[in-house]
């Protein structure tokens, strides 16, 4: 048994909740598997504007509901200098603590130092569950 942290197992940062029901399904595509995270697993996105960071697979993800039937997943490590962003409900923006970088919902650099945008992950939300492509 591996004494890493997080093994394979969802970890929700700074959370202390562990996600369980996590399920892996079947992809159509040839790039990435798709991971289902039961919504009721995920407090922060029951309503619209919430947001969480965990971990899945080793990834670390940031999620953010952004409408009652939408989710947004990204690789939440800004493109400058790898500070963890976050999400701002209140101007809907993505931004750095870091060194100040804001991103759109598409990840979309809107002020620099960071010049790449964040990465993202396909993401939807069917039947009360975030189905993520990683
Ligand atoms: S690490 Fe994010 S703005 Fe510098």
Not at 19 to 39: E, H
Not at 101 to 117: E, K, T, Y
């Amino acid at each position: 048994m591996s004494s890493s942290t997080f093994g394979r197992r969802p970890f929700l940062v700074g959370s202390g909740l562990s996600l369980g029901a996590l399920l892996t399904l079947p992809s159509a595509g040839a790039a990435g598997s798709k991971v289902a995270i039961p919504l009721a697993k995920l407090e922060a996105l029951k309503s619209v504007g919430g947001s969480i960071a965990i971990k899945v697979r080793d990834k670390l993800l940031l999620l953010v509901r952004d409408g009652a039937t939408t989710v947004r997943a990204f690789n939440p490590v800004c493109t400058h200098r790898q500070c963890v962003v976050a999400f701002n409900a209140g101007d809907k923006k993505i931004k750095c603590p870091c060194h100040g970088s804001q991103f759109d919902l598409d990840g979309r650099v809107i002020h620099g130092p960071a010049s790449r945008p964040l990465e993202i992950y396909p993401a939807e939300l069917v039947n009360e569950q975030v189905i993520v492509t990683l």
